[in-house]
């Protein structure tokens, strides 16, 4: 595969990682380092467990799937990533998570910053009540001031990547609410990556999507993958073996099997998978 | 079977009922301000002039005008708009985005709740004591003035009763209809926007002013508006504070003394005089026309804002 550029950082060595990390996301062996650990990972909604005692590894610059019936704290554990779950009074956690070696769930984390780092694409294509350009424009003008002609070249990289450019180049004025239910969650996307995360989180993506959009989501994630850390929530098994490297079966809040998608898929090590990956239950 | 079986027809009868008896409570209300408006507009028609706009008060009928009421109900009221609506917003942003749920701000909510259904008059017993007096704490005997009273800029300590005390009177009157209007307008923002938001990496105070904030502000608008309309009808706080019933003056500064159209309605209509109660027919028109302006100008407003939001 083509290595797309990576111009939304490259641009700016001021939102490149720190330097300081434990791992270089973008060493010389990139599929290799992990971007996400977990260590025994409790997660509460008020009484009510949710995760139990998770350990898992999440590779930088590749795919994972989340997998596993509604309720079994997929979304959940993906909040947690970039701290969405702030938003929940009664959300708290034990345990250990990590993002480079920085701890997620440190109290006094700064979840702005975070959040610049671990881009988000909710189930729902939530597009502002804005022009296309405003939408992607959004989150980097949050961050930093940009000349007219950079911030119109970071919009134009961003929507490229994530495969819209064409479809809106000639009205990058229009509101964001006129496009199609693909396109607003492709627009998402662009809106997500041009903030240069390291890491993007999807939960459902395709989920409100009709057959052909979801065809050209999936196929965006496999492009992004070159460039991004990718998280997928998915309820369908076809799109995690599509595109995914790894895949990560939850059940009940319990990780029951993780590892390569093909491998799970075909030779699953547990009766639970096995009966999930090929529809007997779930 | 058969027993439980109501029939087609009597449903459709029950049907065409209940829609008759809507249309009818919709017609009722409709008949009465027309009948209002037409017998109003009989009576006071003939009295309307650019004379009656143009001059004071007067014990002589076919002298007699509306000038100083008319200014003073568009002061007070510019006033009112400019203490009530940016206050009415803040305290909706704070308890709708910022305050965690507690019991201060279930029992914040509460009060603003009753407030809004104290009546007027209280609010202008309130206002007589704190702005018109000061309680009596400050500058009782003697007011502290700063600045030349013949400019714009005067301003004396206590209030006394001035178009501001008028002005922030009103605002009290109207605060809390603006704040729950306000937090509707915040309800009605999908929580996704403001997920979207968040997730990108704003603070709490951008989520607000970059995206809540400018969705929220076409029902925030239509809010101010039914609050400004109940403003400008107030006549019972006015009284209270002091408003006077014969100005023979126009507002210069926020000392000025004050009347509005209502408290001149009320004047008018009270004496024996015939030709009195024509005059107070013409002022409820001309308060009829400033409402329906205030609120075509904020519909406009309202319209200007919502096209961006549109596809």
Not at chain 2, 61 to 84: E, H, M, R, T
Request: net charge positive; charged share 15%.
């Amino acid at each position: 595969m083509t290595q797309p550029s990576t111009p939304v950082r490259d641009a700016d060595p001021a939102t490149a990682p720190p330097t300081n990390l434990t791992s270089d996301p973008r060493g010389s062996h990139p599929s290799e380092t992990t971007a996400i650990s977990m260590r025994s990972l409790n997660g509460w909604y008020g009484s009510n467990q949710v995760l139990h005692a998770l350990d898992l590894e999440i590779a930088a610059k590749q795919v994972c799937s989340f997998i596993g019936p509604s309720g079994c704290g997929k979304s959940t554990l993906l909040r947690w990533i970039n701290r969405m779950n702030d938003t929940i009074p009664s959300a708290r956690a034990s345990g250990t998570l990590s993002l480079h070696g920085i701890d997620l769930l440190d109290r006094t984390l700064d979840v702005v910053d975070l959040r610049r780092r671990v881009g988000m694409v909710f189930q729902k294509p939530n597009p502002f009540p804005k022009s296309i350009f405003d939408n992607v424009a959004f989150g980097p003008r949050l961050h930093r001031t940009y000349s007219p002609t950079d911030l119109e070249e970071l919009i134009e990289q961003s929507l490229r990547a994530s495969a819209l450019w064409n479809e809106v180049k000639d009205r990058l004025d229009s509101s964001a609410l006129g496009l199609s239910g693909g396109q607003q969650q492709r627009l998402c996307i662009a809106r997500a990556i041009a903030i240069g995360p390291e890491v993007l989180l999807m939960d459902e993506p395709c989920s409100a999507l009709d057959p052909r959009s979801t065809a050209s989501i999936e196929e965006l994630i496999r492009e992004l993958r070159a460039t991004y850390t990718i998280i997928i929530v998915t309820h369908n098994m076809q799109q995690a073996s599509r595109v995914s490297d790894t895949t990560a079966f939850f059940y009940e809040g319990r990780l029951i099997e993780s590892g390569a998608t093909d491998v799970l898929f075909t030779n699953p090590k547990n009766r639970q998978t096995e009966d999930y990956v090929t529809g007997r239950f779930g | 079977m058969a027993a439980g079986v109501i029939s087609t027809s009597r449903r459709m009868l029950s049907n065409r009922v209940f829609l008759w008896s809507c249309l009818a409570a919709t017609m009722i209300a409709i008949l009465l301000l027309s009948v209002l408006m037409v017998s109003i507009a009989i009576e006071g028609w003939s009295s309307i002039s650019w004379r009656f706009l143009d001059s004071f008060a007067s014990r002589k009928p076919a002298q007699a005008g509306i000038k100083a009421p008319l200014l003073g109900s568009l002061w007070v009221c510019a006033i009112c708009g400019l203490a009530a609506i940016p206050m009415g917003i803040g305290t909706a942003i704070y308890l709708e985005e910022f305050a965690k749920r507690s019991r201060l701000k279930r029992f914040i909510q509460l009060n603003i709740s009753n407030l809004s259904g104290v009546p007027s008059i209280v609010y202008g017993i309130l206002a007589l004591a704190a702005f018109v007096r000061f309680f009596g704490l400050a500058c009782a005997d003697e007011p502290w003035t700063l600045g030349d009273p013949e400019s714009l800029f005067f301003i004396q300590f206590p209030f006394g009763p001035s178009v501001l005390a008028g002005g922030l009177t009103l605002a009290l009157v109207i605060l809390p209809i603006m704040i729950i209007a306000s937090q509707e307008a915040f309800r009605a923002v999908p929580p996704s926007l403001r997920q979207g938001a968040l997730a990108l990496g704003s603070t709490p105070w951008q989520v607000v002013r970059l995206v809540t904030l400018p969705a929220a502000m076409p029902t925030i608008m239509t809010g101010a508006i039914l609050a400004m309309s109940r403003a400008i009808g107030e006549a019972a706080p006015l009284l209270v504070i002091g408003g006077f019933l014969l100005v023979f003056q126009t507002p210069t500064n926020l000392m000025s003394d004050f009347t509005v159209l209502p408290l001149q309605i009320f004047n008018w209509a009270g004496r024996p005089q015939a030709d009195f109660h024509k005059l107070a027919a013409a002022a409820i028109i001309v308060q009829l026309v400033v409402l329906i302006s205030f609120n075509s100008v904020a519909i406009i407003i309202r319209q200007k804002l919502q096209r961006p939001l549109q596809s």
